[in-house]
């Protein structure tokens, strides 16, 4: 007796390709590995140009013209998911989330707003080499030297965005040795879609390096003045509060640091998606931030 699937595998291709096309990208890979007749209808144009974005923005000439010289659909999604594309203007770039296909986007320093980010008494501006995706980028990173009011803020055209996808964003930095006035006061996070605001309380310095590669929980103490500062050992230190964000070490190296609770974008939304991170109530001197970037990601949930 033949088996169901010996029975799908009589279908036309073009059939094969629309229920295909109506899965995901991983599930096309998984479908391509099951007999040649599914190879062929999941390695189609049919299935990868539904899961291929149509309104992908302008990546700069060169790139551009890479991509379209590529023999088919499922090659542009590898590469777009594998290969951060620089976008026109040469400050933000753009990958494929490969679960979903959904559009993800980086917005390098130079793309984001910082108070007295061109005062070089306050900021300098340094290119490193860095990894994202497996890929070696070169990025300008923005070094905080002093400052008493912090802000970074950053803003995206929803339209630039996947419809009807849950978004995270998160801010990608690291800490230098000198890193002074950036676990307390708490760091506020936010994200403002038309008018919709969400906050969290965040804290940039949460972690120690434990000696062994690890972090744990940094301690601070407050004095009557409620000036905050880390001790090591005090019978009246306090772990950092329950409610506060700590950023998450990532694969690379870097820390990032989750803003707020996300957000979703609806099919209909045409208006901008801002977010910043700050701390601007207690004026204490800051320093030793470097800030890489902020990231508008995919997020496998619903929110």
């Given amino acids: 007796m033949e088996t169901a699937a010996c029975w799908i595998e009589r279908l036309p291709e073009e059939l094969l390709a629309a229920v295909i096309s109506l899965t995901s990208p991983p599930d096309a890979c998984r479908v391509a590995a099951v007999s040649r007749a599914f190879l062929a209808a999941a390695d189609s144009d049919d299935v990868w140009s539904r899961f291929l ?12 013209s890479f991509l379209m010289a590529l023999p088919s659909c499922k ?14 203007g040469r400050v933000t770039r753009m990958w494929l989330d490969k679960a979903t296909g959904g559009k993800c986007y980086m917005l390098s320093a130079r793309a984001l707003n910082i108070s007295w980010g061109d005062e070089p008494n306050y900021w300098r501006w340094i290119h490193l080499d860095v990894l994202h995706h497996g890929k070696r980028i070169t990025c300008e990173a923005a070094q905080l030297l002093h400052v008493a009011w ?31 006035g950036l676990g307390f006061p708490f760091q506020e996070g936010l994200i403002n879609v038309g008018g919709s605001v969400s906050t969290r309380r965040a804290c940039l310095h949460g972690y120690d390096e434990d000696g062994a590669g690890g972090v744990v929980p940094r301690k601070y103490v407050v004095d ?12 009246h230190t306090v772990l950092v509060e329950d409610d506060v964000t700590l950023p998450q070490r990532r694969a690379d ?10 957000f ?3 099919e209909d939304d045409d208006g901008e998606v801002r977010v910043a991170l700050n701390e601007t109530k207690r004026l204490y001197s800051k320093g030793g931030l470097i800030v890489r970037s902020i990231e508008f990601r995919i997020k496998q949930q619903n929110i």
């Fill in 264 to 266: 979703y974008n609806h």
């Fill in 253 to 262: 190296g870097w820390l990032e640091l989750e803003l707020a609770d996300g």
């Fill in 224 to 235: 009557s003045t409620h000036t905050y500062w880390p001790r090591t050992s005090s019978s």
């Fill in 53 to 64: 974005p149509g309104d992908l923005p302008r990546f700069v000439d060169a790139y551009e």
């Fill in 150 to 180: 912090l802000e970074v803020r950053g803003k995206i055209d929803s339209r630039m965005l996947s419809p009807n996808s849950a978004y995270g964003v998160y801010l990608v930095f690291r800490l230098d040795p000198k890193t002074h």
């Fill in 75 to 88: 090659a542009r999604f590898l590469r777009l998911s594998d290969d951060p594309a620089l976008l026109l």
